[in-house]
């Protein structure tokens, strides 16, 4: 029998997993299905000797977090099928992994096998430290059923550097009250900002608030609302084109129309509450839950927070639960049904590995079988959440109906797009939110903050 090694660095509290700006989009309160083997597992033949990786996918994280779970699962399934190779698995705590990964990139002493920030994508590519997978992914038996918009982040002058892993949430979606909206003379929660506008009449009218909304952390505009928004003005390939530094700015005149239609909808209507500045996103789902709102715009972790509440509490408001994307603006032409959902790392491959031709196939195929179908499946089936594979026919059955819903919802009844804070860096978006926060107080101007923004932009990417 083979040796193993693995090093574990464990954090003593559970920590996100995927995405920078918008919470932990892996976590579900589903319980673990378990390591099954799965026989499916393809064998990397043709190597014969060690391979490493490295990842954050601790047993303490996989504890009720369906991603985690589900690396650790397949992972496991991957090393079991091929027994001639020895697999290290150098497996640190989340905070941990960036810390050490950047270090080792720094000193150009990647492991074989690692997971890649989108926002690493570019410079490490430039510097030689990520393998060009783009030949291997387009030739992969599971390309056909990819999510291929999750590769966004990790491709660059049209080379893709991972295969996008773990698992996606929202940090987009409207939840609403069914019965509450049925009262108000809607079967489904509005698709115009139009609409919505003349249901605050009717909601007001009762001392009612229409959508809750929170931008207390500044963060909140940003991932839970402008992504998404921006998005219908832009539509994906402006900001792909910001990720990639290839022409793109945020003074483009369908950025500063979004910005613009932002500001109208929280400075000239009714919609929102009117403290939406100076609550949380934690704050305003509570005046959803307590029935003084209508809506309420947030990310995935909310509404799991939401459901598992009102299914305790309310059970009658919980059946009512209904999801929607964001209202289209009058003058956006672009992805009416997006909404913000991203894939925050890839599996990646050192390229020093072409050295050794059959090792690096291996590394290939551990990748490739680790966030396709094996992966999808088994988060899907026990977690209802998804990866970079799709999955056809997904038995949902052992769920209840909000849970089936909302999978639905994100997964196949929707277009996605990318979270902006998810990718470029902290120095743009801490002016970025920091002015947009301003402009929906009335202080600034959508122009002043598309200016500064790419100021910032300009200076720090």
Known sequence: MKKKLISVLLSTAMLATALTGCGDSASTSSSSGGAAKDDSAVSASGYKGELEIMHYSTSEESQGNGGSDGFRTVLANWDAANPDITLTQNVLANAEYKTQIATLAAADDLPDVFLLQGMNTIEWAKQGLVYDLTADIESSPYYADYNTAYFTPFTTEGKIYGYPCLTGGTCTVVIYDKAM????????????????????EYFNGKGITTVAF??????????????????????????????????????????VAALAETQRLFTQTDIFNADYNAVTNEDAREYYIAGTAAAFIGGNWDESYIAATLKESDEAKWKNIGFAVLPQPADATKAPDSQNIGLGYAVAINPKLADDPAKLQAAIDLAEYITGPAFSNFVASNYALGGLTKVADVDLSKFDQITQDFYNWSYVDTSTCEIYDSYINSAVWDVFNTDLQ????????????????????????
């Open 181 to 200: 909206w049925k009262e108000a003379g809607y079967d489904t929660f509005p698709s115009t900002w139009a609409e919505v506008e003349k249901a605050a």
């Open 214 to 255: 929170g931008n207390g952390g500044k963060w909140q505009a940003n991932s839970d609302f402008m992504s998404t928004l921006g998005n219908r003005y832009t539509g994906p390939e402006w900001f792909s084109s910001l990720i990639a530094k290839s022409g793109a700015s945020f003074e483009d005149p369908e950025f």
């Open 438 to 461: 301003s402009m929906m107080n009335g202080d600034k101007t959508p122009a002043e903050v598309a200016a500064n923004t790419q100021a910032a932009y300009v200076a720090n990417y």
